[in-house]
Every structure is written in C-alpha cells, then in structure tokens.
C-alpha cells in the first residue's frame, strides 16, 4: 500500500547552530546592565589600588577579572547548540479516473468522427496517459498518484515519484545517494477497464479529497464523461476543494454533439416453446433525436442448420417523442424443432446514429417437439376438470394420463392412460412434467408420496396446478400435520371455515376477475388474439371462489375475487397466484369456474388452460428428462456483474453425484474460453446443485456449456450481457456538470485534446521544507567553562596574595 501524502517526503538534512539568549525582558537587561556596571567597577577598583604597582600587574588583574566577569555573561546569556534535521515534502497531484461502463461508449460521435475509426472513451483516456508528455511532465514538479471510481473511490492504483529535487534535498542526496525510486509498472488497460454498474463522482471526489488532504497538494485532475447517476450532487466536493485550497481540473471526455440514436433496451422473448405453438416476439424501442422519422425493425431467424441468418418479417413504425418507449411486436411458428436463433434489428433510413450497439439483440429460442407429459388427478368430475382434460388431450403437443379418484374400474377418460392410483415408483412419477390436481382428495396419498410430490417439484422442477373446489379443498384447511407436506405447496393460506361453496343461494352473482398489475401484464393471461375484444373484459365472472387468510412470501397474485363481502383479513380471496417452489413452479386457482369463459368465446377456455399449462410446465418444457439443467436468476445482465450460476445434475438413477466439484466452460462474445474454466461447488443444502459465480467483462452473448458426467449430453445456455441502463443512457458528455464542480478552486475545464498542453501550467509546485526533528543541547554547564572559570578566579586570588594585596 503506497504512503499517504503526509508520509511522503525526501531523504532529511541535517544542520547545527550554536544560541545564545539574548536579553528580552526587562529583568534580562537589568542583570546585562549590573554586568556591565560591574565590569567598569572592576576597571575602577584596580586601577586604583594598583596605582603603586607596576603596569603590568594592574593590566594582569584587571584581565582576570574581565575574564571572570565574561564567563559569567556567557553563562546567562545560556549557550545552547540547536540540531535540527529537515525534510522537503514534494508537490502532489491526484489523476481521478471515470472506470464505469458508460467509459465504453465512443469517445467521439460518428458525426464528428470524419471517418476515424472508433475507439471508447476509456481507451481515449488510456492513449493519453500512455503517449502523450502528460505523466512526465506532471512529475517534473509533483508526484502523482492515479485513483480510479464509479459507484466508489479505490485506493491508490499507482505511484509516479517526482523527479524535482529542492536545493536542500540535492546537497542532501549527493552527500548520501541511495537507489533511486522504482518506477511503477502500469497495465493500463487492465487498469481503466469500464465494469462499474454507476458514475458516482460526487462523493468519490469527495472522499478523495478528505484522504489526501495536505498543503502539499496542488489539485486533482478528474477524467470522465460527467455522467453522474448515483450518490451527492458534485457541490459538496467542490466546497471541500475550495476549503483545502485545492485545485480541481476537469477534463471531459465524449461527444458534446445532440444524440441522434435509436435503441432496443429491451427484448420479450420467450426460451422455450413447444413446436405448433404460436409465440410472440416483442422489442421495447427508445429514440433520441428521431421524432416523427420512421424505424424499420426487423426480425431475423436462424436455424442451427442455417449458415446464417434470414429476415422473416419486417414492420415500419413512426418513432415518438425523445425518450418514449414504444413497442413493435412479431408472432412466428416454426415448423422445424431445434435451438432458433431470433434477432431484432432497429434502424432509421438515412440518419447517422450516435451508437449501433444498441440496435439489435439476439436471443435464443428452444423449439421443441417432445410432448408434454401431464398427470391429471380429480377429486370428481368437476366440470373445469371435464373441459380441461379435453382440451390438453386433444392438443398434438400433449399426452396426458387421469387419475380419476372417484372412478371405478371400467370407466372411460379422455386420457392416453387412465390410473386408479398414485405412482408409486419414483421413476413413474418422475417422466412427468407437470401435474394437475382438481379439488383432489390428498388424503389418498401416503406421507411418502406427498413427500415424492414435494421433492418433485423442489429439486426436479416439476409444475404444479391446484384448483380449489367444494369438497376438499375445505378438508385439507383444516387438516393437521397429515397433510402438512400438501399444504406447504400452496401459495396461498386457506381459510379453515369460510364460505360454503357449493350452496347456490349464496352464490347468485357472477363477479369479474379482478386482475392485479401483474396480471394485466402477464402473457399467459392473454387470451385474445388479432382484433378479439379483451378476454377478461368480455368475461361476466366466476360466482364463486375459496376464502383465502393471505399470500405466503414470493407469491405473485394475478387476479382476486371482486365480491367486496368476500374480503377477509388478508384481503380479497385469491382467484389465481403463482409461486416458485424451489426449482418448480406452482399455480393455484381459487374457483372451480374458469369453464364458464367458453360461454364468452370456446378458444378463450382453450388458450387458458393451453397457456396455464405452457406457465406451469416452464421449468421442465426444455429439460424433459435431462440430467443436468443450468439455473439462472435471470437471461439478461450487465457489463461487470457477477452472474450467480447454479447447476443441477444427477446421475442416470436421477441420485446426486459423487462428485463435490464440477466444471462448465464459458465462452464470452468473442468465442474464446474461459481459462481456467469455471468450477463449481456443491451447494451444502442441496446435494444435486454446484454454484459458482461468473464476472461477464464484455457486452455481447455468453455462452455456458456443461458435460453431464458418464453421458455423451452436453448442457448448454446463453446470457444476454449488454451496458447498465443507468450507463447506457449518458450518449453525451456531460461539460456543464464538469464545468460546474471547478467552481472557484483555481483549476478549468479542459477537452481532451487540450489536456497534455494545458494541465501542467495549472498545477504549482506546493512542495515545502519541514523540519522532522529538533534537539536543545546545554552549554553552559560544560566541565571546561567552570574548570576555565575556577581557574582564572584561582589565578587572581594567587597574584593578589603574592602582590600582597589580600
């Protein structure tokens, strides 16, 4: 860790000087006068009483007594030799560096750019500092210490020492050289590597300046875009500067030129999709500069046999005032399975954009044809339980299998298989993807298979859909600890009493379905195609639905039941809510009366519970039966997060390995791989899952691949890694801001161009001479002056006694 400035200073010199104090007050000059009335006196005295001796006895004495007399001066005017060694603490100059993403964007707008190639503001900064006479010529009068921030202040990155010696400092060095200072070994590039997720400049200078307060800093040279989005405004820094008479110089890097840029900041595309599916496509678009023009978006698909990529459809739009999201939507089916690549593409004709990056995206989609396999269990024949069970198995993409609980032997179902029980072998059970339970009797089910359902849907990822009915649905409310393992499931709280569901007098009014924010917004409750009126309004309404106390924790309610006498005190009872179970999903409908859509319209009824289905079954429709699958908190993230990525792998038995370590490869937009490649540890509290975390440096399409042991399966999925939308957002370098925090400290805003030239002259040597150590040595008590002293008093006292004068 380098030195603070306080600590930073030149090799000492030493010099010595001998004091006298010399009279001040009053009773310093009384007893300087009685000296020297004494020392006439003495003239006086022997003057006259040797008048009768010989000349040369009278001069002795008198000498003698001078003498005496000046040694005493001496000792009250307190002889000391002062020893002091000094230091010369040299100039300081701190370079702040801007490290986060929006350093990425192009130093310079393709307007201006007069057909250079582009290159990001970081590396604009980097040239800088690597080329140009700046560094050399700072540390001819300061050293310098290079400082990096985005969301906070780092410590000292490097340390250039100061080639200027002081007068003192050179006399100091040549009498005592030594090695000089290590020159510091800087990797640029890997130094100013944009990753920071926020511009927080205000108080990483702020904090900087109350570190390296001293009287020997000249200022501080801040490099950035100036654009702020996180933390104080830059005043307080600017104020702090202005205390510390520090000097702060602003050099702006970026385009000041008005953006003109279309982008795609977002992409709704779902990863997988049964084949004969219709699916939806839709790009969220944004434009600054463009209103009124017209965007072309395009849509691109690839097939893994294509060598590349085909238009397929194409819409034409007028763009919106600046900053307005609009969105453009496509619907594709194809007909061949397999991993499609889709890519969206925004452009305005004839109009130079400010960035191209941002206008495209790329996502992959899983078309597969492996049918979904759906175990149907039903208390009875409730009539949702009829027409659902009709609709899936008529679906071409769908085998379903009904365990009828009040069945007999002999009856018929539209089914692929009828069942007059639970699978007992786990791995029956196990090839289902998802599982459908009409107001069913749990009790039915021994403690071990509610467990096997649990575990399903924990650990394997299984979908779960629950529909509340009449007759046991009230039961599993009020059971205890027999049902436990059934009740933690639902991701609602069942009210124990409630209302009796199956009477018709308090069941006369059919209210709507009153769908929350999340459910206006979910796809799968879209249920309207083309020009059809909305579903939902169109819907008269379910009479009746099951009292609910609450939601448990990360449960997501998409629609409530509007009776307003319903309401209890958790409030309205859930209609339909939704709730990740471990790696599984569970939905739960609070009526038994969704049927009732078909009298609005019959594909209304199909495409609910065909999408229900689709939602519930999301977490296994790409695995099927695979051993392995990638667990990821979401597809899309930003340049310098860290991706937390968890793994679940079994062996052929569907068991946990042996192994407490695996390995993935990584592959970031540009093909390479990873090294060393990325291992993951098992996780302590699930035994078939291995984490591990992955820092995506680069925008672009990361790809993870993993190969499931003792299989020739290879595991594989893609991350979609693009700016932080806070960074992505600053097109423009923000000059007034970094005009704005000079203020009055002394220093200017510059332009990078003229920042080698210009920034020297603006930082004044403020190095200075301390002293750093001081030592008082006594003189007066020395043995030679009172032995000096006894002696000439001896001398007088023996030549009086000899001229007989005493």
Known sequence: MPPTLAQVASPSN???????????????????????????????MYYRDTRALPR??????????????????????????????????????????????????PELDPRDSAGQPARSRADAVRALLETSPLLEELRSQHVVDIYTFNSDLSGVQARFPTRFQAASDASSTAANPGDPPAEPSVDWQALLQPEGQATNLGDALDKLLAEIKSSTLSGVVV????????????????????????????????????????????????????????????????????????????????????????????????????????????????????EYQ?????????????RLEDNSLTRQVNIFDRPLKILVIAGGPMRDYRFARSVLHRHPSMEIDVWLQSGEVGISQDANRLLYEFPTARDEFFQYDLLM??????????????????????????????????????????????????????????????????????????????????????????????????????????????????????????????????????????????????????????????????????????????KLVRKAAEGRSKRGLQRGLFILEGREYDVGQTVPIRVRVVNAQFQPLDSNEITIEAYDPSGRPQVPPLKLTRDQHRPAEFTGDLRVALPGRYRLELKIPD?????????????????????????????????????????????????????????????????????????????????????????????KLA
């Open 437 to 610: 339970a009409f107001d069913p009797d749990w009790s039915q089910l021994d403690l071990p298979q509610q467990q096997l359902i649990n575990e399903w849907v924990s650990d394997a990822g299984g979908g779960l859909i629950l529909v509340a009915g009449d007759v046991f649905t009230p039961r599993l409310a009020a059971a205890g600890e027999e049902l436990e393992t059934i009740s933690k499931l639902y991701p609602v709280l069942l009210d124990e009493i409630g209302l009796k569901l199956g009477t018709r007098d308090e069941a006369t009014t059919a209210y709507p379905v009153g769908l929350t924010q999340e459910g206006e917004a979910a796809e799968f409750l879209k249920l309207s195609e083309g020009d059809e009126p909305d579903a939902w309004e169109e819907f008269r309404g379910v009479y009746r639905c099951y009292p609910t106390r609450g939601v448990k924790a990360g449960t997501t309610v998409y629609a409530e039941f509007t009776d307003p006498l319903s309401r209890g005190p958790g409030g309205q009872p859930v209609l339909i809510g939704a709730q990740r179970y471990g790696q599984g999903q569970v939905l739960y409908l609070g009526s038994p009366e969704m049927w009732r859509l078909r009298n609005e319209k019959i594909e209304f009824l199909d495409r609910f519970w065909t």
């Open 223 to 338: 490099f950035s875009d100036g654009s702020v989005n996180a933390g104080r405004e830059v005043r307080a820094a600017r104020e702090r500067a202005e205390e510390n008479s520090a000097r702060l110089v602003t050099v702006g890097v970026g385009s000041t030129t008005p953006p003109v840029n279309l982008s795609i900041s977002k992409a709704i595309i779902p990863t997988d999709v049964q084949k004969g599916d219709l699916f939806e496509l839709a790009a969220i678009l944004q434009a600054e500069g463009l209103e009124g023009e017209t965007a072309t978006i395009e849509l691109l698909q690839q097939h893994p046999d294509e060598q590349e990529a085909t238009v397929v459809d194409r819409r034409e739009v007028p763009v919106p005032q600046d900053g307005v999201p609009f969105e453009v939507q496509f619907d594709r089916n194809p007909p061949e399975p397999g």
């Open 14 to 44: 030493s010099t010595s000087t001998l004091e006298f104090d010399w009279p001040y007050t009053i009773g310093d000059w009384f007893l300087l006068g009685l000296i020297a009335v004494s020392i006439c006196f003495t003239i006086w």
């Open 342 to 354: 889709f890519t969206l593409r925004a452009s305005v004709p004839n109009a130079t954009e400010t």
């Open 56 to 105: 040369l006895a009278t001069v002795w004495l008198t000498v003698l007594r001078l003498a005496v007399l000046v040694t005493l001066l001496i000792i009250a005017l307190n002889p000391h030799l002062r020893s002091q060694s000094e230091a010369y603490r040299p100039s300081h100059v701190a370079l702040l560096i801007d490290t986060s993403t929006s350093m990425q964007q």
């Open 711 to 803: 299989s020739s399966e290879t595991l594989s999925e893609e991350l979609s890694v693009q700016l932080s939308r806070l960074e992505a957002s600053s097109l423009t370098q923000n000059a007034k801001l970094l005009q704005t925090l000079v203020g009055n400290t002394g220093g200017r805003y510059l332009t990078l161009a003229t920042a080698a030239a210009e920034i020297p002259a603006l930082l004044p040597n403020q190095g200075e001479t301390t002293i750093i150590d001081e030592q008082i040595e006594e003189q007066w008590d020395r043995w030679w002056l009172l032995l000096t002293l006894a002696t000439l008093l001896s001398l007088e006292w023996l030549t009086r006694k000899l001229l």
